[in-house]
């Protein structure tokens, strides 16, 4: 009797088993996307299994979990076909051989030039993007009519504004965060990697600490100095502008839908040029990859260059995103959008944000330095200098490994 | 025919037993598929062993003992020598994959030689879909036919090109009926894997549409451990988990290597590690200790408070003194740090209305270990009011009606009967739970994520950094990301440390005899 069941379940399961999908299988999609990813792929998919008679299979991951999972996932042939990811991801995952390139033929101009380059890797591309994000100057329009134009008008404004006593301030940025004090530094001369004479990025070229970096940290350690300037986290500075606590703040398009539903009367516009000089801020790029594990190569690439680089998906990708398209037939439509052109300008003065994987030792010291000045503990050249002697010797001990 | 209850016990015992089995064959069937043998072992001496115990008479007493024994082998015994396994490697960012695939990646690219011809396609196919035909054309017109691995120029005039419509495409080649774009899509995976030489290229297709000349730009040569580039010729040559060239450059992607006690060396003599360890592990040591004497004493102190009869509402009490305990560490953890903040949190307002200014709770190495020891205080006293209410119960009323009529006082009454014996059962998980918070992760990297920085340090620790968050900096906050071999290593250091200190809390204290005692 028991094994008479054992025999009839386990036959029920094997039977069942064939109609599972485990992994990537042949003529088979498996996508890993984030949940906007997933919701649009969901509508596209059923038109291309219409027509073409593949099945595709969407599975939901939480954003940062897609690059995580796949590096467990992907090896032992469990992984997707098709996932969705950041371009800062490039260099780890083709460092671990987990992406293989795409064939871009005949496509390439309908992109915009550099949300391309933040996908190439040598000689090759490995991604098809789908939006591009900067961050810029968001203000509260009915607390600044007309944004800055200066780092002078602006701090005019931070001068009048700011009542710390009635947590009334004029501008705000999350701290401690390379990321979003990037442009301040950059606008002066700051960089994080050199370039070599090729054209390569060059991780022993670091330029978080000439002249223009430090200067750039010391005009905002003035404001704080002055009190003027409060040492708030990402999401302290968020409840603030929504109060309208806040007149302005540095972030990007990813707080639109949020700022929208708390109704608050916002402007979005490039940050204020600093003695001239514009700031740069880093421009980051999403798009689609394929698994170097894929069975389905070729039909990975034609899904992705034939169904998902169309106007129809890109512009419902757009829809759900709310971030710039990088795909200039959708681009060029939906760039009358005040704040959708704001952040199509604030990334036409950007830089690509490092997609080496060496970044990883690069923001946590970088990072340090940003609390150590702005709360007045290190003066920012001696900060920026520890920091930047912490990025080498990580670096050094990473080559001298190989 | 009547069941009694044991037959009925037996027929649950046996549907429930076949119901396992079924998912340990189903789930050995996968992990064969996969290749993944010793797991497929384990599996199976697992499941075989659950059956005869549970199944034979003779076996009963083992009942008791087995499943807990597989489980902690599962969770406990089997992670702990992974770990130690992967800290005797290189495991981490650019040495994911192993040797094998490395190479399998590299020598399978291709590039495209100079003046490499594209072909536009179609494909034929068998009825089965299995054997395909291809019918190539190049730019300039010229035709190709190719099966069988080998391609050779065709003229539209040969007879086994058949155009059953006259429209000009061919319909048949070699009684192989032409698959149209549907088709193609359908049967894209079998057609990227065809392959024809031609001269000294190979006819391999590009993208979906177009088919190339290509060569192989890499060979792998077992004998020395190297890759050639046939494109240029350079070599690469296999050295710490990457193929190096002359000139320092590598192929990517790297693979997994055994490194030997090289993660263990760089620990000891990096001095990034050992610089700060000192002042880490004090700071480790006292938070763990202060954790647990503050909880303890708040814990104590509210349990006696409780424990006191003449209290009403006590239930009332209870429930609400146990609330933090069930709302979970990640989501109070970051409550309090925006009640903590400098700027806008609730706890400088509240000073600044009473002194006129605040406190830097995150930013001052001093009062962020002093917050985060009382957000520590607040997860951990509702346990050790638990612990303390059950331990309570157990001391003699006896002792305390002596004491009484002895005259002693309640202070005396607390020092000489309530601790001591209370400290009987409750040491043990004293020492657990300093165990725990010595590895207590979770507090350290959500509530300011071992900051503030050290001003001029040379490492990159913060000042509320313990060692288990300091070697996740480390690990994953460094170099080229992630280092599983370098944090592999510091678990099984910090294991042996813990270890060692628990060993030693347990002879020193002599818990464990005392509670064998009143066992």
Redesign the interface.
């Known amino acids: 009797?028991?094994r008479l069941?054992?025999v009839v379940?386990?036959l029920a399961?094997?039977v069942g088993?064939t109609g599972l999908a485990?992994a990537s299988e042949?003529?088979k999609l498996l996508i890993w996307a984030d949940e906007i990813r997933a919701k649009v792929l969901q509508e596209v998919k059923e038109e291309f299994e219409e027509?073409?008679?593949?099945s595709v299979e969407i599975q939901e991951l939480a954003f940062g979990d897609i690059r995580d999972n796949l590096?467990v996932s992907g090896?032992?042939?469990?992984g997707p076909d098709i996932l969705v990811g950041a371009h800062d991801w490039l260099?780890?995952l083709?460092?671990?051989?987990?992406i293989a390139p795409i064939?871009l033929?005949g496509l390439k101009d309908q992109f915009y030039d550099v949300s391309l380059k933040a996908f190439t890797w040598g000689e090759d591309v490995y991604s098809v993007p789908y939006c591009m994000e900067s961050i810029g100057l968001f203000y509260n329009k009915d607390i600044v009519p007309e944004p800055p134009k200066t780092w002078e008008e602006l701090v005019k404004i931070v001068e009048e504004v700011t009542d710390?006593a009635s947590?009334t301030y004029g501008f705000i940025l999350p701290q401690p965060d390379p990321y979003h004090t990037f442009p301040i530094m950059s606008a002066t001369g700051g960089y994080v990697f050199g370039y070599t004479e090729d054209g390569e990025m060059d991780c022993f070229d670091i330029g978080l600490n000439n002249q223009g970096a430090v200067t750039g940290l010391e005009l905002l350690d003035s404001l704080a100095q002055k009190d003027l300037l409060?040492?708030?986290?990402y999401?302290?500075m968020m409840s603030?502008f929504k109060n309208g606590q806040a007149a302005m703040m540095i972030t990007g398009p990813w707080a639109f839908t949020d700022l929208k539903k708390a109704g608050v009367n916002f402007g979005f516009t490039k940050i204020p040029s600093i003695d001239g000089q514009t700031p740069k801020p880093f421009v980051g790029v999403q798009g689609f990859m394929i698994s170097?594990f894929s069975?389905?190569?070729?039909?990975a690439?034609?899904f992705l260059?034939?169904f998902v680089a169309t106007e129809k998906t890109m512009a419902k990708l757009y829809e759900l995103d709310g971030r710039p398209p990088v795909f200039k037939p959708v681009a060029d439509k939906v760039s009358s959008d005040p704040l959708i052109a704001g952040v199509l300008a604030s990334a036409a003065d950007g830089l690509p944000m490092p997609n080496i994987?060496?970044m990883?030792?690069v923001?946590?010291?970088w990072s340090?330095?940003l609390?150590?000045v702005l709360?007045q503990?290190?003066d920012a050249k001696?900060?920026l200098d520890?920091a930047v002697g912490?990025i080498y010797?990580?670096?050094a001990?990473?080559k001298a490994?190989? | 025919m009547s069941f009694t209850r044991e037959t009925y016990k037996v027929i649950l015992k046996?549907?429930i037993?076949?119901?396992l089995?079924?998912m340990a064959?189903?789930a050995s069937?996968?992990l064969y598929s996969?290749h993944a043998y010793k797991l497929l072992v384990i599996l199976l001496v697992g499941t075989v062993l659950l059956n005869i115990v549970f199944l034979s008479r003779k076996a009963y007493p083992l009942r008791y003992i087995i499943p807990g024994t597989l489980f902690m082998l599962c969770l406990v015994v089997y992670p702990l020598l992974y770990t130690a396994y992967i800290s005797f490697t290189?495991y981490g960012?650019?040495?994911?994959?192993?040797k094998e695939?490395?190479i399998e990646?590299i020598t399978g690219r291709y590039y495209l030689p100079e003046g490499a011809r594209t072909f536009k396609y179609s494909a034929y196919a068998d009825e089965n879909r299995e054997k395909f035909i291809l019918l190539l054309k190049d730019s300039e017109g010229n035709l190709f036919l190719a099966r069988d691995d080998k391609m050779e120029p065709v003229s539209l005039a040969d007879k086994s090109l058949v155009d059953k419509d006259a429209d000009g495409e061919i319909d048949e080649v070699y009684g192989y009926t032409r698959l149209s774009r549907?088709e193609i899509?359908?049967?894209?995976?079998?057609?990227?894997k065809l392959e024809y030489e031609y001269h000294e290229n190979i006819v391999k297709?590009?993208?979906?549409a177009?088919f190339a000349e290509l060569r192989k730009q890499y060979k792998y040569f077992p004998a020395e451990d190297k890759i050639v580039d046939l494109k240029t010729g350079k070599e690469y040559f296999a050295?710490?988990g990457?193929f190096?060239a002359e000139d320092?450059e590598?192929l990517?992607?790297?693979f997994m290597i055994k490194l030997g006690w090289e993660n263990y060396k760089t620990l000891l003599t990096?001095d990034?590690v050992s610089k700060p360890f000192i002042r880490v592990f004090i700071w480790t040591f006292e938070f763990a200790l202060l954790s647990v004497l503050t909880t303890f004493a708040l814990g104590l102190f509210l349990a006696i408070l409780l424990n006191d009869p003449r209290l009403r509402f006590r239930t009332l009490y209870r429930t609400i003194l146990i609330l933090p305990y069930a709302i979970p560490g990640f989501i109070s953890i970051l409550v309090w740090r925006?009640l903590f903040?400098?700027?806008?949190g609730v706890i400088n307002e509240i000073l600044q209305f009473i002194f006129g200014s605040g406190l830097?709770w995150l930013?001052d190495a001093f009062w962020a270990k002093f917050a985060i020891l009382v957000v520590n205080l607040w997860l951990g006293y509702p346990y050790m009011m638990l612990i303390c209410l059950g331990a309570l119960q157990s001391i003699p009323g006896e002792l305390y009606e002596a004491a009484a009529i002895d005259g002693a006082s309640g202070w005396q009454r607390f020092k000489f009967i309530t601790l001591p014996m209370l400290l009987v059962s409750v040491a043990p998980l004293l020492i657990s739970s300093f165990a725990y918070n010595f590895n207590n992760f979770l507090i350290i990297y959500l509530f300011n994520r071992g900051?503030?920085?050290i001003?001029?340090?040379q490492?990159?620790a913060?000042a509320t950094d313990i060692l288990i968050s300091y070697t996740y900096?480390l690990s994953?906050?460094?170099?080229?990301?992630?280092d599983f071999g370098l944090a592999s290593a510091v678990t099984i250091l910090i294991f042996i440390i813990t270890a060692v200190i628990t060993w030693f809390n347990f002879r020193y204290t002599g818990a464990l005899e005392d509670v064998k005692e009143n066992v």
């Open positions: 009797m028991r069941m054992i379940l386990s399961l094997l088993m485990f042949e003529g027509e073409y008679g593949i590096g090896p032992t042939g469990e260099g780890q083709v460092h671990d051989g987990l064939d033929t710390p947590e409060p040492f708030v986290d999401n302290t603030l170097a069975e389905n190569m070729m039909l690439q034609a260059t034939e994987p060496e990883a030792s923001w946590q010291a340090d330095a609390e150590l709360t503990k290190q001696s900060a520890n912490h010797k990580t670096l001990k990473e490994g190989n | 046996i549907a037993f076949s119901v089995d079924a064959l189903w069937l996968t996969h290189n960012t650019g040495h994911i994959l192993n695939q490395s990646q549907k899509f359908r049967n894209l995976s079998a057609l990227q297709m590009k993208n979906f177009l050295r710490h990457y190096v320092g590598n990517l992607p790297g990096d990034r925006g903040d400098t700027e806008v830097p930013q900051r503030p920085p001003p001029g340090a490492t990159p913060g900096r994953f906050e460094s170099g080229q990301g992630s």
